[in-house]
């Protein structure tokens, strides 16, 4: 075929077509899958599997599945299972009517492991799991073999159904596969196929009593999907030997030569980011952030709550790229992203976050005229709005200096800048009160100089944004910005405690109706509307908006911070 491979892992595939071994397969047709657990929330690590997962699929015209990895009914609930097919649905993938889970096998599976009793490959062990530790040695030096390994097959295979039928504790009894105690791969030294755990299942309720463990369940999940590519994360990588090793016993077991392919690649690591499933669980359960989807958190429903939209994720997964090789990612990658994409889609608005009130003192009493904005003049077609300008304005603190410094060129005494989409105006003093903190500007501006009148366009060196006092909507504003102080950040890293900065900001009449009439983000997992306030940043509406009460989220600032 002609090669169209952008990276290794579809070379790889490619390699498999050209060798007919893809057309040998059960479904004939190149068949990935993506096998979460569902024991907590996705996060942009995942976005990159899930867009190699149903990507590569689709771009060899094959299909992918959703396999929800159930096997551990302790940590599972089917508030997971929901949260990852809207999210999976959010980044724009579908599986079909190829919705799977690792329960809907159990029975294989448990067939198998009796299979492997038999043939020997298999025993029940009632070594702890210290003492298993322990014995297994280490990458040095050859492990022990268990006192239980050589116990005669009848008894393992009773003991093993009696497993399941609740008739011992947790932790007393596992199955284990009976492989190479000297083995240099640690992976092989009678690994762990099945444990007890007493917990009702979300989906099977208490069938089962005993549960097969990831390495065992996993292949032998995809070799029942006739799966042709199971791509997963680096750290796979010791366990491709294991993987390989039960698949042909499966197949040997099915009578048939078709084993699955695994192939591995560099996961996902950003800086100021720590993606742990556990220590995100626990700052949710401890209040540490309002919840999974915490515009802070680095789950795809946060992200999407804090107003990244699916494009800007699938636009940054194809900029880092797939390889061998572990990287560290910058976090400003995935802001440029958002900002590309947020650019042309954002409507544009005024809005004020730390304002500082400005008078012109020649505006004629009583007057507001209204000022024609463009909505977005990177969007053909996106029209324009009215704005009103008064005597009264407010304009952001920082674009204020009575005292300027070198090269600072906003607003200061003496000094001309325009409004943007408005009038000129010249600082001819402040008011301050008992502290000395400026409380009023006053300006006077130049009645001929209305953006968009004929002549009125002559060059000033600043333009400030701006909104009139009188009729500007007071919103509460979160600015969100990392969670984690340090670029290499981990679970004992210092977490930044000005991550979320709520402050009251003032934004334009219109902006203020088009917030109250559109989706909120972060509702029923969907994208909402966003905003640009002009010179700041992308914004999006919260869910926690009400008419009454509208909460604006910082998304990304305009421009990379230095």
Avoid at 140 to 155: A, C, D, L, M, Y
Avoid at 286 to 304: K, S
Wanted: glycine residues 6%; proline residues 5%.
């Amino acid at each position: 075929m002609e090669k169209i491979s952008s990276n290794f892992v579809e070379e790889f595939i490619e390699e498999d077509i050209a060798a007919g071994k893809v057309a040998a397969s059960p479904t004939h047709i190149v068949h990935t899958r993506f096998p979460p657990e569902p024991n907590g929330y996705l996060h942009i690590g995942h976005a990159k599997a899930i867009c190699m997962d149903f990507g590569a699929a689709a771009k060899y015209g094959g299909q992918c599945n959703l396999r929800l990895d159930d096997t551990n009914p302790s940590r599972e609930d089917t508030e997971y299972v929901d949260a990852i097919k809207e999210d999976i649905h959010w980044l724009g993938f579908d599986w079909g009517d190829r919705l799977f889970y690792a329960s809907d096998y159990f029975q294989e599976l448990w067939d198998l492991a009796e299979y492997m009793i038999k043939k020997g490959l298999a025993y029940v062990e009632e070594q702890t799991s210290e003492q298993i530790a322990a014995q297994k040695g280490t990458p040095t030096q050859p492990g022990v073999e268990s006192p239980f390994r050589n116990r005669p097959v009848e008894e393992s295979l009773d003991l093993f159904r009696r497993m399941n039928k609740g008739e011992f504790e947790e932790g007393t009894l596992t199955l284990r596969a009976k492989i190479d105690m000297a083995n240099p791969n640690m992976h092989f030294r009678d690994p762990i196929m099945y444990r007890i755990i007493k917990y009702p299942h979300h989906r099977t309720g208490t069938t089962w009593q005993a549960y097969p463990m990831y390495d065992f369940a996993h292949g032998q999940s995809d070799f029942l999907e006739g799966i042709t590519h199971s791509i997963c994360t680096l750290e796979f990588e010791v366990h491709r030997p294991l993987y390989e090793y039960f698949a042909k016993i499966m197949a040997e077991y099915k009578g048939t030569e078709y084993t699955p392919r695994q192939i591995e690649f560099n996961r996902l690591n950003l800086t100021n980011t720590v993606m742990s499933k556990r220590y995100l669980r626990d700052m949710v359960e401890n209040g540490i952030v309002r919840g999974w989807d915490d515009p802070r958190m680095p789950t795809l429903c946060g992200l999407r709550r804090r107003g990244y939209t699916s494009q800007a994720v699938r636009d940054f997964i194809t900029t880092i790229g797939y390889t061998k090789f572990m990287a560290l990612n910058s976090i400003t990658l995935l802001e440029n992203a958002a900002r590309a994409d947020l650019n042309k889609k954002a409507t544009r608005v005024m809005g004020v976050i730390n304002p500082v009130k400005l008078t012109i003192t020649n505006w004629p009493a009583g007057k507001v005229e209204m000022c024609e904005m463009d909505n977005n003049p990177e969007e053909e077609g996106s029209g324009k709005h009215e704005m009103p300008f008064s005597g009264e304005l407010y304009i952001e603190r920082e674009d204020f200096q009575e005292v300027a410094e070198k090269k600072f060129f906003r607003l200061t005494i003496d000094k001309e800048v325009r409004l943007k989409g408005a009038f000129i105006i010249k600082c001819t003093g402040v008011e301050k009160d008992a502290e000395g903190n400026i409380t009023n500007i006053l300006c006077t501006y130049d009645p001929e100089s209305k953006s968009g009148m004929p002549g009125a366009e002559r060059k000033v060196k600043g333009t400030l944004h701006w909104v009139s006092a009188q009729h500007a909507v007071p919103v509460e504003a979160r600015l969100y910005n990392n969670l984690f102080l340090d670029e290499e950040a981990t679970t004992d890293s210092q977490r930044n405690p000005d991550s979320e900065v709520v402050v009251t900001a003032y934004v334009e009449p219109y902006c203020a109706e088009l917030a109250k009439t559109q989706p909120f983000h972060g509702i029923n997992n969907k994208e909402g509307y966003n905003f640009q306030f002009q010179r700041i940043a992308y914004f999006c509406v919260d869910k926690d908006s009400t008419p009454d009460h509208l909460v604006f989220n910082r998304t990304v600032s305009l421009k990379e911070s230095k």
